[in-house]
């Protein structure tokens, strides 16, 4: 009796049906764009340099495995994303059908390189349905994007700023990269200045890392290593001026303005991985992680247009993650966010050794069933955390 | 065998003068083994012997040369094993002083000359290599003969590798070595001068009959440590061990003694008869005390039963070895051990990580001290930790000290000998080009890095070779080690007080190299009792994020992260600061540093 119970209840919840088929639906969509005009030394991203003639055999495989993999979106998406590569060098015709091709959402990002935005691309993108454009500015000293071999000027990026506002757009975000070699504090603090002149919604804001086998590390590697400490304080440079500037520091490296109108302008594509919720990825090199289960599609151009032209899914490297996994991520992921992290359910990836030690340091406290670090717990949150993982 | 026709010799050589190989040829020769048993080096039994090039267990081989039985008997290579090596030559009535052609005398030689001709023994000088490009056997034999005031037309000149000269070798054994003493009808004595530990059969003893006969079944008696068994098999090596009924007056070969522990057994001890018992020991022996003594830790402390059965099975083979439990605050459960000298030290540690697939962290090393407390004893302290911080009086080792360097290197051997508080000795040519120094130095100067020292200093031509001289006051002093205000055990050191502000300086120099950035501020101190002398602070980290995190990498930092903690429980935990490994061997490297 007991057994058929049991097998009853199965039955009726499929959440406890062995591996096939995910339950729970992806309210979040990124697609991958690769292709960029040229390769900057310090990118690690799937990207692909040139190859005009694809896009749209690639835009066609795009939405070939959307197609495929429709079963495991909401009806409902919340956000979609376009990140690259350089998006915005997609052939204009192309973009546009992916775009019109794309479930609808409320918030739907583009990535752009400043360069890129001319008057009619932000108005079609406007029109596209796109509602937030983030540009990689990453800075505005000639010389040091020099360094990183950009090829938009710093007007480029105000040029940017302003078609895209003429287009109607009022969610912009700038990325802004710091430790840069060369990069002195005052050059810090001018970036800093000519970004909030730009009065943008939304600012990201990241270390330069050198990123093994990149050809950036391979010029640069050493002189970023001996500038290490002369740069120690770019991090809290950076958080006091934004912050000072009335920006909220929601996430580690990222920052939104306090709207006006009430609305919450922190970037909810990436919020959602912060918060660990399910999300699809579609695209060479895209990442999708869906309850138990990540994967990663294969990065390589041709197999990927290839398998989809064929009908079928691409290459993809699978990893199976279990509900501890999910937890130490979620503390990870969740640690980096301002607010607290409710701990109810992810008790057991918590090291209550660490735990004590870092509070008795005041880098982090308890609040109720939440944990907050506090500001100094936030400029250490990679030890933080990694002291609080059990 | 008639007394007359036995000839008991070993071969005294600096290492890799040729003595191995001079060992094979004799075998070779006199047809012992066949060409197709001969391996090379066939004495030195271990691996790590054959590897370092350096024999640590003795071995006796009977040969027959022209009607005569010729023992020859194997001695270890190394100052550490000086006890062992006088032992051995006790056991002989010659020894063949072997000198490479090239290289001369060496501060090795010296020593194992010295021992030889205060044994008693008939040296036969050979000049080694003369097949070498670089040979100088006119050279070298002049050398030789000076050293034993003999006529440089006696030292023998050959080459071991391609055999030129060893028959000759062993013809100077028969005619020149004596023919043993000794009593055939007197009560049976025996000389132990080494022992090994069989599995099987456990202990073997390596014997030399001095007096009367033994035969199996002997009901047997040592008698220094009074330990009794029976001789349940007798034999020699030729170079298998071959099984005899008796071993008379004279002769060298082994008894199986079925004991279960190499320490019940002791080199220098005499075996008599239960029955017939003999009424006084051989001369000459002594219960060895190691001298040099470090903690050894593994590294991943799940492996502590592990590296304790392992030193319970070295010690079975190695009655030198000494160990007791301890621990450190800093680096858990651990064992404090005593070893002869630094070679021996590195042996032991080799053959644990080796034979016994250990991880070991090795503190640095420190001498026996003997210090007197205010209303209490003497006592002899092992380590620093156990160090008293108030003492009425300190004594620590001191050694004898042997250089042979070229003589443009004579300022650099005696400038560095000053710094390491020893006591000028004695100069003496041994050449136009070359000198003998002899200091007294404290042994705690040396255990360090003193030979590396020595080694830079004369661009590597410096030989150097020590005995132990003795215990005398020291004016020395404890200094410990705190980080974060917690005293660090392992790191504590004994220095002498002219020195402690510049080592306790040092350490927490290198400490704070050593120490990585923590999330708080970490002061590092050297004190004397609770005057600080030197203080350096390790910066708190300021920031620590990964810069980005999105969907596309969320595995590989996590991953990233898991490691960082990974890393963390590597370190050991100080109080709040993580240590690594490494910096508990800062004092190792730092040394008597600085002043290099």
Known sequence: MALEMRDRARRRSPRLEAGSEPVSRARHLYVHLPFCARRCGYCDFVTVVGRRGRHAAYVDALLRELELERGLLADEVETVFLGGGTPTFTALSELVRLLEALPRADEVTVEANPE??????????????????????????????????????????????????????????????????????????????????????????????????????????????????????????????????????????????????????????????????????????????????????????????????????????????????????????????????????????????????????????????????????????????????A | MDQAKIRNFSIVAHIDHGKSTLADRILELTEAVSAREM??????????????????????????????????????????????????????????????????????????????????????????????????????????????????????????????????????????????????????????????????????????????????????????????????????????????????????????????DVSRLRVGDTITSVARPAAEPLPGYKDVKPMVFAGLYPTDSDDYPELRDALEKLKLNDAALVYEPETSQALGFGFRCGFLGLLHMEIVRERLEREFDLDLLVTAPNVAYRVLERGAGWREVHNPAEFPREVEEVEEPYVRASIIVPKEHVGAVMELNNERRGTFGALEYLSPERVHLTYELPLAEIVLDYFDQLKSRTRGYASFDYDLAGFKPGNLVRVDVLVAGDPVDALSLIVHRDFAYERGRLLVEKLREEIPRQLFDVAIQAAIGSRVIARETVKARRKDVLAKCYGGDITRKRKLLEKQKAGKKRMKQVGMVEVPQEAFLAVLNIGQGGRS
């Open chain 2, 39 to 260: 391996r090379e080096q066939l004495l030195d039994t271990m691996e790590l012997e054959r590897e370092r090039g350096i024999t640590i267990k003795a071995q006796a081989v009977r040969v027959a040369w022209k009607g005569y039985e010729l023992n020859l008997i194997d001695t270890p290579g190394h100052v550490d094993f000086t006890y062992e090596v006088s032992r051995s030559l006790q056991a002989c009535e010659g020894a063949l002083l072997v000198v490479d052609a090239a290289q001369g005398i060496e501060a090795q030689t010296l020593a194992n000359a010295y021992l030889a001709i205060e044994n008693g023994l008939e040296i036969v000088p050979v000049v080694n290599k003369i097949d070498l490009p670089q040979a100088d056997p006119d050279g070298a034999s002049v050398e030789v003969a000076d050293l034993l005031g003999d006529d440089p037309a006696r030292v023998l000149r050959i080459s071991a590798k391609t055999g030129v000269g060893v028959e000759e070798v062993l013809d100077a054994v028969v005619e020149r070595v004596p023919a043993p003493a000794g009593d055939p009808d007197a009560p049976p004595r025996a000389l132990v001068f080494d022992s090994s530990y069989d599995q099987y059969r456990g202990v073997v003893a390596f014997v030399r009959v001095v007096d009367g006969a033994f035969s199996t079944r002997d009901a047997l008696r040592t008698m220094a440590t009074g330990t009794r068994f029976d001789a349940e098999e007798l034999g020699f090596f030729s170079p298998t061990m071959t099984p005899v009924d008796s071993l008379s007056a004279g002769e060298v070969g082994y008894v199986v003694t079925g004991l279960k």
């Open chain 1, 116 to 389: 890129t935005v001319t008057p009619a691309l932000a108005r079609t993108l406007r029109e596209a349905g796109v509602t937030r454009v983030s540009l990689g500015a990453q800075t505005f000293r000639p010389e040091l994007l020099r360094v990183l071999e950009r090829v938009a000027g710093p007007d480029d990026v105000r040029r940017a700023v302003h078609h895209l506002r003429d287009a109607g757009f009022d969610n912009i975000s700038l990325d802004l990269v710091y430790g840069i070699p060369g990069q002195s504090p005052s050059d810090l603090e001018a970036d800093l200045g000519d970004a909030l002149a730009l009065a943008p919604e939304h600012l990201s804001c990241y270390e330069l890392e050198a990123k093994p086998g990149t050809r950036f590390t391979h010029a640069w590697g050493a002189e970023l290593a001996r500038q290490a400490d002369a740069m120690e304080d770019y991090f809290e440079r950076v958080v006091a001026r934004l912050t000072g500037a009335g920006y909220r520091w929601y996430e580690t490296a990222n920052f939104c303005r306090e709207d006006a109108q009430g609305r919450d302008l922190r970037a909810r594509h990436n919020l959602a991985y912060w918060l660990g919720r399910d999300y699809l990825g579609l695209g060479i090199g895209a990442v999708s992680t869906i309850e138990n289960r990540r994967w990663r599609n294969t990065p390589r151009l041709g197999r990927y247009l290839e398998a989809l032209a064929a009908g079928r899914a691409p290459e993809r490297e699978v990893e199976q993650l279990d509900a501890d996994v999910r937890a130490r991520e979620r503390l990870m992921l969740g640690l980096r966010l301002d607010e607290p992290l409710p701990l109810a359910g992810i008790e057991h990836a918590l090291d209550p050794a660490g735990l004590a030690r870092i509070e008795r340091l005041g880098l982090a406290e308890r609040a109720g069933a939440a944990l907050a670090l506090t500001t100094r717990g936030r400029f250490l949150g990679g030890a933080v955390t990694a002291e609080l993982l």
